[in-house]
C-alpha cells in the first residue's frame, strides 16, 4: 500500500462549515499509521497552534496551511447588483514548507482580514501571494479554486492561463490537486462532473509536467459524522433541515479517509499518492512555541540599560513611598531587583508602570492592584500597585519565584470608561502593528447546542425548552458526560445532587428514543463543543517587539477597528506573546463619580488611596452586610459571612477577601 497523508483538511475552526475535531481527527490518522497532517481551513488559522501541539503528542509532522478566499482584487467592495455584480471568490490552498513560509502564510491571512474583509469573508489577491510566496506550497485547490472553476465553465484557455500564472510563481512547489466525491455527477446542472474536471486537469499536469496529488476534501472525522455537520452548515445558513434549496454537501463523502480508502479511490493514479509524501518531505516539521517576546522600552539618555532605569524608578518611588529608606526595605529591594534582571523582566515591568502613570495623569482611575502582584515592593515602589507588601508581610515569590521562574502576570484595574484611553495611549505608543486584543472561540455548549440542532430539525420550540429543562444544573455536566456509553461520567456523578442525577438518568432515557427528541439529542453532542463564532477577550492586550503577524495571525476588530490575535488566550504566551490584562471596572468608575459628586457639593477633595483604613462607621458596613456594589464582597455568601465576623479592623477583611476564596 502506498504511503498517503491528507493535505486538505477543514476542522471545527472552519466555522460552523468543519466539525472535525482536531484531536480525534489526529487520532484517526495516527491509527491509520499516517506520518503526519495538514490543517487548511476556511480564511483562518485559528487552529494551528492547538494543532501542533496536538500533533507533536502523536509523534506527527504538522503541515500548516490554510484555504483562502481568492479575488481579483481584495481592495474592492463595492458590487452593483444592478450590473449583475458579484464578489467573486475562489478557493486556494496553501501550505508552509518552513518558518518563512509560516510566516509568510501568517502575513497572507492577516492581510486577508486587514485589507481584504468583506461581508463575512477575509479575501487576498494575487498581488499579496506574489508578494509573500516564500517558503509556500500552492495547490490548484478543489471544484471552488479558480482553475477548476475554469474547466467547469468551458473556457480551457481560461484554465491554462491561470496555470501558467501559477506555475510561473511558484515552479516545483506548485501542483495539480485531484478530489473525487460522490454526488458531483453534474455540478451546478452544467453537465460536467468533478471527474471531468480531473482529466482536464490530468492533461495539463502532462502538458506542462507537474506532479498531481490526491486530497480529499476533508470536513468531518468519520462518514457518519456526515449528519451533524449538515446540520453545523443549516446553522450557520439559518437554514432548516427540510429546506430542499438550502446549502448543504452532495454526499457523505466527505470525511477523515484511510490511506486504503484513498488507495482505492485513485487506483489509477497511484502516483498521487506518492506525491502527498514528497509534499510531506519537503515540509519542515515546525513548532510555533517560544519564549516570551518583550518589546523594547525606550530608556532616557544616562542609562545603560533597563536594569539600570528600572533600578533608578524604583528607588525614586522608595523615597516617596517610605522617606529614610529602612535597611529591611533596601534589602528587598535589592532581592526582588535581582532576581527581575536575572529573569530577564525588567522590561515587562518599566511597561507596566509607564502605562499605569500615564492613566493616572491623564484621568483614570487605576487599581491598588491585586494578585499575586500586590507582593512585589518594586511594583509598589514604581506606582504600579499601591499596597504596600512590607506592611502587610506578602510574598514576592508567589508573583516571581526565583526557583521556578515564569512569565510575571500584574492584573491592572481601571475605571471601565478610561480603560480604552489607556489602549489608545499603548497603540500611540508602541504603533498599531505592535498591539492586539486577543480573539476568543465560542462553543456551543449543551443546551446552546441542543436550542441550535432542535431550531435546525423543526422540533417545536416547546419541546426544545422541555428537554433543555431536563439537562442537569450542575455547571460540570456536558452531553458527552451524562449521555456516556457506560453510564453517566463517574466524576460528574460525584459531583451532582440526587435531583440532578435523577434528571441525567431521564435525560439518557430521552437520548435513546427512537423519535426526533432522541435524534436531536445524539445529534447536539456530537456537536456539542465545537466553535460557533469568535469573539474579544474582555481585558487581554498583547504588545510585540515588531510587527504583530511576523509572530501571530491576527483579525480586524470591526467596532474599535484594533488588530485581534488569532490564537486564544490559552495559547497566548507560549506563542511568545507578552499579554496584559486590562480590567474595566464599573466600581472605579462609581469610586471616581462619586469623588466628583463630593467635590461638587461639598467642595471636598478626597483621595481614594489615602483614605484611613480605621473609619468606625465603614465597618458597620460591613458588619451589617451591606456590601452591595463593593467589589469583592457583595455576593450574599460573602454578605452572609461578614454578619457573622463582625469584622473590626482591615486584617479581618483580608482573613474573610482569602477564606472565602478558600472555601469556594
Known amino acids: 500500500m502506498p504511503e498517503f497523508v491528507h493535505l486538505h483538511c477543514h476542522t471545527q475552526y472552519s466555522l460552523l462549515d468543519g466539525a472535525s475535531d482536531i484531536g480525534a481527527m489526529m487520532d484517526k490518522a495516527s491509527a491509520d499509521g499516517q506520518k503526519g497532517v495538514a490543517l487548511t481551513d476556511h480564511g483562518n488559522m485559528f487552529g494551528a497552534f492547538k494543532f501542533v501541539s496536538e500533533a507533536k503528542k502523536r509523534d506527527l509532522k504538522p503541515i500548516i496551511g490554510c484555504e483562502f478566499y481568492l479575488v481579483d482584487d481584495r481592495h474592492r467592495k463595492a458590487f452593483s447588483r444592478a450590473k449583475g455584480e458579484q464578489d467573486v471568490r475562489h478557493h486556494q490552498l496553501l501550505l508552509a514548507k518552513n518558518a518563512k513560509g509560516y510566516e509568510n502564510l501568517s502575513k497572507l491571512c492577516s492581510l486577508g482580514f486587514i485589507e481584504g474583509f468583506y461581508s463575512k469573508f477575509p479575501r487576498i489577491d494575487k498581488e499579496l501571494i506574489e508578494k509573500y510566496h516564500e517558503g509556500i506550497i500552492a495547490t490548484s485547490c478543489c471544484i471552488g479554486a479558480e482553475i477548476p472553476q475554469a474547466i467547469l465553465h468551458g473556457d480551457l484557455e481560461g484554465a491554462e492561463k491561470k496555470l501558467q500564472w501559477w506555475v510561473d510563481l511558484m515552479g516545483e512547489d506548485f501542483y495539480i490537486e485531484l478530489q473525487r466525491h460522490k454526488g458531483l455527477e ?86 498521487s499518492l ?137 492584573d491592572i484595574d481601571f475605571d471601565d470608561e478610561g480603560r480604552q484611553k489607556v489602549i489608545d495611549y499603548v497603540i500611540e505608543k508602541y504603533g498599531r502593528n505592535q498591539v492586539a486584543q486577543i480573539v476568543t472561540y465560542g462553543t456551543m455548549a449543551a443546551k446552546l447546542s441542543l436550542r441550535d440542532v432542535g431550531r435546525v430539525m423543526n422540533v417545536p420550540l416547546a419541546e426544545v425548552d422541555r428537554v433543555s429543562k431536563s439537562f442537569p444544573t450542575n455547571l460540570k455536566a456536558s452531553l458527552k458526560k451524562v449521555l456516556a456509553k457506560e453510564g453517566i461520567d463517574p466524576k460528574l456523578k460525584d459531583a451532582m445532587n440526587g435531583e440532578d442525577i435523577e434528571k441525567a438518568n431521564q435525560f439518557r432515557t430521552l437520548a435513546e428514543g427512537n423519535d426526533d427528541i432522541g435524534q436531536m439529542i445524539r445529534t447536539a453532542k456530537k456537536l456539542e463543543g465545537s466553535v460557533r463564532n469568535t469573539g474579544i477577550h474582555a481585558c487581554g492586550v498583547v504588545i510585540t517587539p515588531d510587527e504583530i503577524t ?16 488569532q490564537f486564544d488566550n490559552s495559547v497566548a504566551e507560549n506563542a511568545g506573546l507578552l499579554k496584559m490584562d486590562f480590567l474595566g471596572l464599573k466600581t472605579l468608575s462609581i469610586i471616581k463619580e462619586a469623588v466628583a459628586l463630593v467635590k461638587k457639593t461639598q467642595n471636598i477633595d478626597i483621595d481614594p488611596d489615602a483614605i484611613p483604613l480605621d473609619d468606625k462607621k465603614t465597618y458597620e458596613l460591613f458588619q451589617r452586610g451591606d456590601t452591595v456594589g463593593i467589589f469583592q464582597y457583595e455576593s450574599p455568601g460573602m454578605q452572609k459571612y461578614m454578619r457573622e465576623l463582625a469584622p473590626t479592623e482591615f486584617e479581618d477583611l483580608i482573613a474573610m477577601n482569602a477564606l472565602y476564596v478558600i472555601c469556594s
Request: aromatic share 10%; proline share 5%.
Open 186 to 271: 453534474n455540478i451546478d446542472g452544467l453537465g460536467v462532473s468533478q471527474e471531468d474536471v480531473n482529466q482536464e486537469l490530468l492533461r495539463l499536469a502532462r502538458k506542462y509536467n507537474l506532479k498531481v496529488i490526491a486530497t480529499n476534501d476533508s470536513h468531518y472525522v468519520d462518514e457518519e459524522d456526515w449528519q451533524p455537520h449538515d446540520i453545523l452548515l443549516c446553522i450557520n445558513t439559518g437554514s432548516l433541515l427540510e429546506d430542499e434549496k438550502r446549502f448543504k454537501f452532495p454526499s457523505s463523502d466527505f470525511y477523515f479517509k484511510s490511506q486504503t480508502e484513498m488507495e482505492r479511490l485513485f487506483i489509477d493514479v497511484p502516483e
Open 274 to 410: 506518492d506525491n502527498t509524501m514528497e509534499i510531506f518531505d519537503k515540509i519542515d516539521s515546525l513548532d510555533l512555541a517560544r519564549d516570551v517576546l518583550l518589546p523594547a522600552f525606550p530608556i532616557p539618555e544616562g542609562f545603560h540599560s533597563q536594569d539600570d532605569y528600572l533600578r533608578h524608578l524604583t528607588y525614586e518611588g522608595a523615597k516617596k513611598r517610605y522617606g529614610d529608606i529602612p535597611r529591611h526595605v533596601q534589602e528587598r529591594i535589592d532581592f526582588e531587583l535581582q532576581v527581575i534582571a536575572q529573569s530577564g523582566y525588567p522590561g515587562y515591568f518599566l511597561i507596566v508602570q509607564d502605562f499605569t502613570s500615564t492613566a493616572r495623569e491623564m484621568g483614570v482611575s487605576v487599581g491598588p492592584g491585586r494578585g499575586s502582584a500586590a507582593g512585589s515592593v518594586v511594583a509598589y515602589c514604581t506606582g504600579i500597585t499601591n499596597v504596600d507588601p512590607i506592611k502587610y508581610d506578602l510574598l514576592f515569590e508567589r508573583f516571581l519565584n526565583p526557583e521556578r521562574i515564569s512569565m510575571p502576570d500584574i
Open 550 to 565: 511576523k509572530y501571530v495571525p491576527v483579525k480586524v476588530d470591526k467596532e474599535s477597528n484594533m488588530l485581534v490575535t
